[in-house]
């Protein structure tokens, strides 16, 4: 599933293959953004930059003109050479973007618009996002004090909130809260100071720790490598995602599983590395 080190690696890898080159064809399934290039022909404007924001993508064209995309579950970039074969059908693709040398081809990207510099100032979203933690200047004290705002939720809840900090997902808010020796269903209101600065701290180091250059550059949904421990073994990359009734890697207890939150989306941890808390404390 996309989070922000998948947004910011195809990010990269479209950036380091489209960044200056001139659009020669564009086509979309979606009637607003193809309306758009009947307008205002997308061909012969250059690509300026690609850049992430937590798990939005943007795309800058030159003429003021911003492609915005965001992947939710199942949405994807890829990249292929001029004539190359696609390896998803056709009608999954939502967009075609070519250049003399590549195509970049969205494939069931469900949320893609266009916008200008001041529309995109506007767009909720853009208005109500976190800090990015892949950026290298994203506010420590901004983060804890948005975490704080959220004091009645769900500690892995709140994490995993865009505009609390942008880019953690399902699986990164389980690791985060492992790490911590937090438990997920913990209120925010419970945590000490040290809990904060320390899922803060977990979660960037996290993320930045799968966008080496060594992680690798593909521009497509990223599941088969994201690791949150130092291994070379594939078979263990993660310490509690996806291991429900398997036995801690670090204490043998078994991993336990429970759905959370609006969307009903599956959190891990141990129970006994991660031991409830219900008394509250000062997060001052």
């Given amino acids: 599933m996309p989070e922000g080190d998948t947004i910011f690696r195809a990010a990269r890898a479209l950036h380091r293959a489209l960044a200056g080159q001139k659009v020669v064809h564009f086509e979309s399934a979606y009637a607003p953004l193809a309306r758009v290039n009947d307008d205002t022909p997308l061909a012969e404007r250059v690509i300026e930059r690609v850049e992430s924001r937590g798990k939005w993508l943007l ?134 100071a040290k809990e904060v600065e320390c899922l803060i701290d977990t979660a960037r180091k996290q993320l930045s720790m799968n966008v080496l250059e060594s992680s690798g550059d593909r521009p497509v949904t990223y599941t088969g490598f994201r690791r949150t421990l130092h291994t070379s073994d594939e078979g263990a990359r993660l310490w509690v995602y996806n291991r429900s009734g398997r036995p801690c890697r670090r204490c043998g207890t078994n991993i336990i599983m429970r759905k959370q939150g609006r969307g009903a989306r599956s959190t891990y941890w141990c129970p006994e590395c991660q031991p409830m808390v219900s008394a509250v404390r000062s997060i001052d």
Wanted: charged share 20%; net charge positive; with cysteine.
């Fill in 59 to 192: 795309i800058f064209l030159s003429g003021d003109l911003i492609l915005l995309t965001h992947m939710l579950m199942n949405g994807s970039w890829h990249i292929y050479r001029r004539g190359e074969r696609w390896k998803r059908p056709r009608q999954q693709m939502r967009i075609v973007l070519t250049t003399v040398d590549y195509e970049a081809v969205a494939f069931n990207v469900p949320i893609a618009q266009f916008h200008t510099a001041r529309t995109l100032e506007r767009h909720p979203a853009m208005q109500k996002l976190g800090p990015d933690l892949l950026k290298p200047h994203s506010a420590e004290d901004e983060i804890a004090a948005r975490l704080r705002s959220h004091a009645d939720e769900e500690v892995a809840n709140a994490i995993a909130n865009q505009q609390v900090m942008a880019g953690v997902g399902n699986v990164f808010k389980s690791e985060i809260c492992f790490a911590c020796g937090i438990h997920p269903f913990r209120l925010v209101s419970t945590l000490s």
